[in-house]
């Protein structure tokens, strides 16, 4: 059965055969009927084409057309994106991005520690090549005993580097390749027997025990990255090796606190101040891990005696903390005081030996701190195991190694290199303090390093850190003499400098001497 139709629906004004249809296709009355569909297409893309090629040929040409390189035609074979083409037409949108770690350690120095050691790099005295130059006394560093070094070297260079042992060398394979990152056994064997003769031979070192490092800096660092958190903190008795704030803080985020000494006790460090300071810090949220203690200390050269020593381990284990101790100039000794190491100490103590930790190197008693060797010394097992791994990125050199191993076997050598070395660190401190003493200057009691700490406190005006200062700024660029004023160090008392005499040669003592005196002249106030 055929459905009746219905009636038409009436014309919206919104259908697509209305008015909208007749405005989308402009041509609909040429193009209705048969294939008006396919003409309705075709007829706009024709007029579209004929205008572009209108235009194009009726186009003005450019009046000074940029001349064609002598390599144009090499340069249509080199596929060039549009991206490459894109970013050449924008330019750069900014400076590279550096993280803020890097941005803060790049800005220029603005301890008065490094910007003199920038000065002397800049404008170094030579006693011919360049005598009105800058003299170093602000870096601790040990010349005097370099012809001993150097008399040995010269001697056994070829056999030590190819380690030979007993006639037979390891060969190119046991240099050139991969060796452990902490240090070869052989190298730990000599060295810690080296640094038992160093320390008197009242304390055995076992090799086992030792990771190497690239230097002492290396090595607290590593230690600090085992023991402490970002945030947490370190107790330094002040005033401290100025290297401290960097080698310390700047990867580790660890924060060092000064345990502020005094002249009149020698600048000693006391366990009343020590607790004060503990307290203090407790009181302000801080979570002290430890104490960094250096002996002999830097920059004042005194000792810390026996009863001392004891004491602190005492205080470590009472508040559940740990010690570094750095002995980096344990054999650099030249007064009648002696030296005990921690190691020592621990020896008799078996319950604390997991909380002391001792930092030794060759930089300063041995004379040899381009050779970049440093040592951990920790009966810690987790410790030693996280320092192992992590000297991946401070290793020391085979070859380093192979012709040390040979020099500190050599027991004849080292026995005459630290008995000479210290005799020559003892006549030039007295040297020395004797020239200063005749400008008026005093130097602390000081028994080891490579240095002494001077009062020059009665020549700075005002008498704060900014007299200081000046003084600094006076010796530096007036007398041409780099040294480490005590502000760098974190000295509370204002107008103590530490300099270094080892850098020098005993004829260049009167020298320097004769610098300084001028300075002193100028601050003498008008009779």
């Not at 203690?293 to 559940?320: H, K, Q, T």
């Amino acid at each position: 059965m055929t459905p009746t139709p219905g009636p038409e629906p009436k014309e919206s004004p919104r259908s697509p055969r209305g008015t909208g249809m007749r405005l989308i296709v402009p041509l609909q009355g040429v193009v209705q009927g048969r294939g008006g569909l396919i003409l309705g297409s075709l007829i706009p893309c024709a007029l579209f084409y004929f205008l572009q090629f209108y235009l194009k040929r009726h186009r003005s040409p450019p009046s000074n057309p940029p001349p064609r390189s002598t390599s144009a035609a090499n340069l249509s074979e080199l596929p060039r994106s549009s991206s490459r083409a894109n970013l050449l037409a924008r330019g750069s949108t900014g400076r590279a991005h550096l993280s803020a770690r890097a941005s803060s350690i790049a800005k220029p120095n603005d301890s008065p520690y490094y910007i003199g050691l920038d000065r002397v790099r800049e404008d170094p005295y030579d006693e011919m090549g360049n005598p009105d130059g800058v003299m170093q006394l602000g870096l601790s560093e040990n010349r005097l005993s370099l012809d001993l070094i150097e008399e040995w070297l010269s001697n056994n260079l070829t056999d030590s580097v190819l380690g030979v042992r007993g006639g037979e060398a390891m060969g190119l394979s046991g240099i050139a390749t991969y060796q452990p990152m902490d240090g070869l056994m052989a190298f730990k064997v000599v060295m810690a027997d080296f640094m038992t003769e160093v320390m008197g031979g009242r304390v055995s070192f076992d090799p086992s025990r030792l990771i190497l490092t690239s230097g002492a800096t290396p090595a607290v660092e590593i230690l600090t990255f085992c023991l402490a958190d970002q945030g947490n903190a370190f107790l330094v008795p002040a005033p401290y090796y100025p290297g401290f704030d960097r080698d310390i803080r700047w990867r580790t985020g660890v924060e060092l606190i000064p345990v502020h000494c005094r002249s009149c006790d020698n600048f000693t460090l006391s366990i009343t101040a020590l607790e004060q300071t503990f307290n203090q810090a407790r009181k302000r949220g801080q979570k002290v891990r430890g104490i960094l203690i250096s002996n002999p200390s830097n920059p004042v050269g005194n000792l810390l005696n026996r009863d001392m020593l004891y004491d602190l381990l005492d205080f470590a284990r009472e508040r559940n903390i740990h010690i570094i101790s750095d002995e980096i100039f344990a054999g650099s000794t030249y007064g009648n005081e002696e030296f005990v190491s921690m190691a020592e100490i621990v020896d008799t103590e078996d319950a604390d030996k997991d909380r002391v930790h001792i930092i030794y190197g060759l930089s300063k008693d041995f004379s040899i701190p381009g050779f970049r060797v440093g040592a951990i010394y920790s009966s810690n097992e987790n410790v030693l195991a996280a320092s192992r791994k992590l000297t991946r990125f401070s290793s020391v050199s085979t070859p380093t190694q192979l012709i040390l191993s040979s020099m500190l076997s050599d027991k004849k050598f080292t026995q005459e290199y630290i008995k000479t070395n210290k005799k020559r660190i003892r006549t030039m401190f007295h040297l020395f303090v004797a020239g200063l003493k005749e400008l008026g200057l005093e130097c602390t009691k000081s028994s080891g390093g490579l240095y002494c700490w001077v009062d020059m406190s009665r020549l700075i005006s005002p008498y704060n850190e900014k007299g200081e200062l000046d003084l600094w700024d006076k010796l530096l660029n007036t007398a041409k003499i780099n040294v480490t004023p005590g502000s760098a160090c974190h000295c509370i008392e204002p107008g103590w400098f530490r300099f270094c005499f080892t850098t020098l040669s005993e004829r260049e003592i009167p020298v320097v001497i004769e610098r300084i005196h001028k300075v002193v002249e100028s601050c003498k106030p008008p009779v």
